[in-house]
DNA sequence: CCCTGTAATGTAGCACGCTATATATTATAG
DNA sequence: CTATAATATATAGCGTGCTACATTACAGGG
């Protein structure tokens, strides 16, 4: 069991989760709201809350918590698209966009520390075994 | 951020989550559950409360729900150690040990699953990526 | 035009992580 | 022997994941 691959995937994810959160905290930030900051960055600021459940493959009611949180935090705000009132548009406030660059920079330096015993060649070979595994659980 | 090794980690830990629990819920256990049901087994039967919580390096209230549960659900039954009372001292029922061949094989396949388009050295190389990656986590 | 189906969102309730705080017990220093 | 520190467990409260079910809005066929 200790030499189960999906254990030590779970001690990583937990563990990184730990770091990125406390790192984070200061801003009033998760690791999961950087992911939709990035992501609604990325896209010019703006997207469906579908979008979002498509980008982070979570289940869409773990994505009416993340969004309600960080409207409740000021990172975002929402509203009915008049073009089709089942969409909810949800876009970056002024805030959340002064937080872009500092959420780059952060989860830079836990990949970095993550991967520093690694070479580049063997990063690039971690990522293609990670990427089979994906196939694996999503062709099964 | 797609290609985050941080974020394929996590993916790949929420999906396999998604897949061992659906699995396993006919029998009332959950991923986590059937870690300390491994952890026990292999002990012999019976651990401390603080020695499953650093088998599985989770915070402690974590592993008072788990146990709880797993108590609740008739796998588990505990005591205090009246040789030191600070002791939780946790047993496997008989209804758990009976579980335990099924656990095993449940997550050898998910195991096999997961890393059925890599090759044994492959599967090698990756453990002891992940090996260096846990260390770098511990190390800073 | 209505009826049925699909799509997007929401709510309830749970499991499992966490931190912060409290309590009980044992160990140790003075 | 007593005061203090350390150890093990518990509780409260939160974030993020899930399933199951409900609601609302649009789309298409009859």
Redesign the interface.
């Known amino acids: ?1 200790n ?15 730990v ?2 959160d406390k790192d984070l905290k200061q801003h009033g930030l998760t690791l999961s709201q950087t ?1 939709v900051l ?2 609604l960055s ?1 896209k010019g600021g703006e997207a469906t809350q579908k979008e979002i459940e498509d980008y982070l ?2 289940a869409h009611p773990t994505v009416v918590g993340i969004v309600s949180r960080m409207i409740r935090n000021g990172f975002l705000e929402a509203w009915l698209d008049p073009e089709n009132r089942r969409n909810k548009v949800v876009r970056l406030t002024e805030k959340a966009h002064q937080f872009v660059k500092m959420m780059t920079v952060v ?1 830079g330096e ?2 970095r ?6 070479s580049p060649s ?2 690039c ?3 293609r ?10 062709r ?1």
Request: aromatic share 6%; hydrophobic share 45%.
């Open positions: 069991m030499q189960d691959i999906g254990y030590k995937l779970k001690l990583i994810t937990d563990k990184l989760k770091r990125a992911r990035y992501f990325a493959q979570v989860s836990h990949e520390m993550l991967l520093r015993s690694l063997e990063v070979e971690l990522r075994m990670l990427d089979l595994i994906l196939e694996n659980l999503e099964s």
